[in-house]
């Protein structure tokens, strides 16, 4: 027995939702779609409403907007069966087995599967350069590989997990800010959540243009600084933290802070251009967290 749960946002989520019913049809087991619209009043939700008729499938309309994290909590407690499967509205299953692949997982003893996320090309669209070679270097990731270092490469976006886990870990997590897959997997560290990654990759459809990706980059540097300087992190994988607790250890925060601001406005032109580096991009976000 299994929730499928889609949270969404101004986005049309019913082919989605047809693709894992006919899915879930097909494996016989016990389910339910519910997708919940975390208060866009968007126009989309005309179509999401026919998520209804399909078969054990509800769509949910919040009448206000609460954030990623409070949704998905409102989406497991809605829930009826101890395994949850979240996966984004912006989301394609890559394979026709995709649940099917995670069901294999449910008997063994793993409280939570990561399948990963791949991108369709979309190397010749400058307008989503940044999001798509971010995504294509940094999140399209093999399974091996992320089994090697479990808690780095962690992605909400299509995962399994207990329902009582999720809860647990949800409820660890007191603020509702961009960028929470920093903490969510800190968290998973911290109470040593035995999980496991398999290669069971959505593609991402939804990619933000060049400015709403930077825009959101900040965000969730923003939220890094928070956690870390609240303490809320304490065990972690989080590379750009350790190389700014590097850089604050050695005296240099405020020269780099310096030369960042300098030349702030000259990198994002180059990162929201044809071709922009990652090496660029991570200088940038550490440049940013320095000067928070």
Excluded at 29 to 48: A, L, P, T, V
Excluded at 165 to 194: A, E, P
Excluded at 252 to 266: A, G, N, V, Y
Aim: hydrophobic letters at 35%; glycine letters at 4%; a positive charge.
């Amino acid at each position: 027995m299994i929730s499928i749960l889609i949270p969404t946002y101004n986005y049309n989520a019913l082919p989605l939702a047809e693709t894992l019913e006919k899915q879930a049809l097909k494996t016989g087991i016990i389910f339910e779609i519910i997708c919940m619209d975390d208060g866009s009043f968007s126009e989309h939700n005309k179509h999401n409403q026919r998520i209804n008729s399909l078969t054990n499938s509800k769509f949910i309309e919040n009448i206000k907007n609460v954030g990623s994290k409070a949704n998905r909590e409102q989406l497991a407690k809605k829930a009826q069966y101890s395994w949850l499967l979240f996966i984004d509205a912006d989301s394609k299953p890559k394979s026709s087995n995709y649940l099917t692949n995670y069901l294999k997982e449910i008997n063994q003893s793993y409280a939570a599967i990561f399948g990963g996320f791949a991108y369709q090309d979309k190397s010749k669209n400058f307008n989503i350069s940044l999001r798509y070679t971010f995504g294509k270097h940094r999140e399209e990731v093999e399974a091996n590989l992320r089994n090697k270092n479990p808690y780095k490469v962690i992605i909400s976006a299509n995962f399994l997990i207990k329902k009582a886990t999720f809860i647990d870990i949800n409820d660890s997590i007191t603020k509702n800010i961009y960028g929470l897959d920093y903490l969510f997997g800190s968290q998973l560290k911290r109470y040593n959540i035995k999980i496991k990654h398999i290669d069971n990759e959505v593609y991402h459809l939804g990619l933000d243009n060049n400015k709403t990706f930077l825009n959101k980059t900040r965000s969730a540097v923003e939220a890094l600084h928070y956690i870390s300087k609240s303490k809320k992190i304490t065990i972690h994988n989080i590379s750009l933290l350790r190389a700014y607790n590097n850089i604050t250890n050695l005296g240099l925060k405020r020269p780099f802070t310096w030369l960042f601001l300098k030349f702030q406005i000259k990198i994002e032109t180059h990162l929201i251009g044809k071709k922009p580096n990652l090496l660029v991009f991570d200088l940038y976000r550490l440049g940013y967290l320095c000067s928070l």
